[in-house]
C-alpha cells in the first residue's frame, strides 16, 4: 500500500461524543421553554434515550413525547444550536501513533468525508491533524453543495487517486459505515477496512449491497499490519 484513507467520524473522531455535546447544547436551550417543563439534565436524557431507537428527527421525537405540536421553526432552531456548539473533542487513542507511523513508513495519508464542510473541517482542527494529511476531501465540499458527491460515489476517490499520484490498487480506506464506506470496492480495486469502536453510531447499519470490507480490525494500529 502506498496511501491510506481515513474517515472522520467514528474513525478517528467520537462521532458519539460529538453528538453528546451537541444534545447538551439543546438541552440547555430548551429547558429555557416553559412548555418544556424540564431541566437539562432531563432533557438530555431524554434525547439520549430517543437515540437508542433512532438518531433521526430527535427533536420532532422529542415534541411528541411532550406533547408539544411539532414547529419547523423551532426544530430549525435547535438544529442550528446543535451544528454550531463548540465541540470537546479528542481523538481516539490510537490515531496519533497510526498516523505518525504510517508517515515515518512514507504512506501518504488522505481524508474523505461527508458531512457539514465547516463542522468536518473544525473538527481536524480541534483535535490537532489538520496538517497530517496530504489530501483532504469533503465530499460536500467537492461538489459545492451537490450531496451526489457524497458516498460511496466514486469522483472523491477518483480524486484522491489523481492528487496523491497512487493507484486505486495502491489505497486503502478505513471507515466505520457499513452503508457507504466499502461499496467502492465493487468500482475500484481499492482495498477497505472497517474499524469497530466503542458507541458507533453505524455499528448496526446494513451493508450496502450486501457488499462488505476486505479487513475489520479494532484499532488503527491494525492498519500497520495490512500494509
Not at 429555557?32 to 424540564?38: G, K, L, N, Q, R
Not at 476531501?137 to 496523491?164: A, C, F, H, Q, V
Request: charged content about 35%; hydrophobic content about 35%.
Amino acid at each position: 500500500m502506498k496511501a491510506v484513507i481515513f474517515d472522520i467520524d467514528d474513525t478517528m473522531i467520537s462521532e458519539y461524543d460529538y453528538v453528546m455535546g451537541g444534545y447538551r447544547a439543546v438541552s440547555a436551550r430548551l429547558s429555557e421553554d416553559e412548555d418544556v417543563a424540564m431541566s437539562a439534565d432531563e432533557i438530555f436524557e431524554k434525547l439520549k434515550e430517543l437515540s437508542r431507537t433512532s438518531y433521526k428527527e430527535v427533536y420532532n421525537r422529542f415534541l411528541d413525547f411532550k406533547g408539544i405540536p411539532r414547529d419547523e421553526k423551532r426544530v430549525q432552531e435547535l438544529v442550528s444550536i446543535y451544528r454550531h456548539h463548540k465541540p470537546d473533542l479528542k481523538l481516539y487513542d490510537d490515531v496519533r501513533e497510526t498516523l505518525d507511523a504510517l508517515k515515518e513508513k512514507g504512506i501518504k495519508l488522505g481524508i474523505i468525508s461527508d458531512g457539514d464542510v465547516a463542522r468536518q473541517k473544525n473538527k481536524l482542527k480541534i483535535t490537532g491533524i489538520e496538517n497530517d494529511f496530504d489530501c483532504v476531501i469533503i465530499t460536500d465540499e467537492l461538489g459545492n453543495g451537490d450531496i451526489s458527491y457524497r458516498k460511496p460515489d466514486e469522483r472523491s476517490y477518483i480524486k484522491m487517486s489523481e492528487t496523491l499520484g497512487v493507484d486505486f490498487s495502491d489505497m486503502l480506506y478505513v471507515g466505520d459505515n457499513p452503508t457507504k464506506d466499502f461499496f467502492i470496492s465493487t468500482k475500484y480495486p481499492i482495498k477497505t477496512a472497517r474499524i469497530i469502536r466503542e458507541h458507533g453510531i453505524y455499528a448496526n447499519a446494513e451493508y450496502r449491497d450486501g457488499i462488505t470490507e476486505d479487513y475489520r480490525i479494532e484499532s488503527l494500529r491494525d492498519v500497520l499490519n495490512i500494509i
